[in-house]
């Protein structure tokens, strides 16, 4: 007959202590790899969102209404606002040398319509045209003297709601007879971001347009980034008639802060 064979409990002892002296002293090591993989991890996607956020709202400035741009506090808030465009034309003017067609009128209020030279660009009714934005009163985009709605498209003719390029005092019509389109379900976007965390940093649009610039209230809203503060600088003529905007962003997470700052031109040439 065969013998059986098996192990004692003090055996068993003996193999389950020499284990975990074996496992405390690979966690030992592992400990500080692990914990350096995590925190890389960690600043890595700290590193994205900021940079994924800075590309954002830069992309978006970028295609501001020019002289649209305006920064401001409150509240321990910043608040970025612009009017962005989709796209732009020409519009008939008599001193393009056109012996007919329609012109954009900038003397009868009653004239509501106006023949879009060379391509049509993209828009839609319900989107707004603005003529020759320079900021200031009577050529202000956020005060709507030099904004009209599209009320209708056919072929490469337009025709407003109504003209309020007739009635600015005195009229300002584009030197190159150029206007730009502005998205009816856009209008002004607002960027709000805290000057100290934590906080939110969120953006607002399709709220409307504020003659003077104020905390957006209604329209749709949406999360860019958790955790976050900014700092912003925006210098409206940095170089001749073009602007300087000065971001910095900084998200923190797990106790650790990610802070990226970013330069973005803006176009002021109306």
């Not at 998205?183 to 965390?197: D, E, K």
């Amino acid at each position: 007959m065969k013998r059986q064979h098996a192990f004692t409990l003090v055996e068993m002892i003996v193999v389950l202590v020499i284990t975990g002296i074996v496992a405390a002293a690979v966690a030992v090591f592992i400990r500080s790899p692990v914990e350096g993989y995590v925190d890389a991890v960690r600043r890595a996607e700290l590193t994205d969102a900021a940079d994924i956020a800075l590309r954002r709202i830069a992309r978006e400035v970028r295609l501001a209404l020019p002289n649209s741009v305006r920064v401001m506090s409150s509240g321990g808030v910043n608040y970025l606002e612009f009017i962005i465009t989709q796209s732009g034309g020409r519009y008939r003017d008599p001193t393009d040398g056109s012996s007919g067609g329609n012109f954009l009128s900038f003397t009868n209020p009653a004239a509501t319509s106006f023949d879009v030279l060379g391509q049509l660009p993209q828009m839609a009714v319900g989107d707004f045209i603005v003529v020759y934005n320079l900021g200031v009163p009577g050529a202000d985009a956020y005060a709507g003297n030099n904004r009209a709605q599209v009320a209708g498209i056919a072929g490469n003719t337009v025709t407003l709601a109504a003209n309020p390029f007739a009635t600015q005092s005195p009229p300002l019509p584009s030197p190159g007879a150029r206007f730009q389109v502005v998205p009816g379900n856009l209008r002004a976007v607002t960027y709000a971001c805290p000057q100290a965390l934590p906080g939110n940093l969120t953006r607002h649009w399709n709220y409307g347009f504020n003659a003077a610039q104020a905390v957006p209230a209604g329209g749709n809203t949406a999360l860019l980034a958790q955790n976050a503060r900014c700092e912003v600088e925006y210098q409206a003529n940095a170089t001749g008639r073009n602007g300087l905007l000065y971001i910095r962003l900084t998200l923190t997470a797990g106790g650790e802060s990610v802070a990226l700052f970013n330069q973005i031109h803006v176009d002021n040439t109306p």
